[in-house]
């Protein structure tokens, strides 16, 4: 499957799925140190990306900072609820953009099922309030998976 590929189980919910060539552990580190996270999330023509901090536990709290093309600077934080080295990663996330940032905190779990080298990454990004938001989300989800990709293969 590509980053295209989207299955929705409920107008609350993203769910993308990708194949990619590269072993689990390598996939989980990239989403997960901070070191490695600031160098493949976003672009220069979108956002980017530019610090993380971790607690990196169940329970920990993470936050990340960016800015994006237009200059303004953004935040997106949450807490660790699942950490699973290198199959399950779920943690809470909310970001402080745009005319209304989250109402509620969405949950995003990251599924890696590794077969001789290729993972199979499974992303759902759960919980949004309205159609809008988990749509705008969900073109945000297409590129990320693919910076992942690019970054990790």
Known sequence: MTPETMTDTACTTIVREIEIRARAAKIFAAITEPDQLTQWWGTDDTYRCTGMEVD???GGKWRTVGRGTDGKAFAVEGEYRVIDP???LEYT???DWGDRPNDLDTIVRYELEERDGVTHLRVVHSGFVDMKSRDDHD???VRVLGW???FVE
Do not use: C
Request: proline share 7%; glycine share 14%; aromatic share 20%.
């Open 56 to 58: 990196f536990r169940v």
């Open 86 to 88: 290198p199959r399950v």
């Open 93 to 95: 996330w909310r970001h």
């Open 139 to 141: 073109g945000g989800w």
């Open 148 to 150: 992942l990709r690019d």
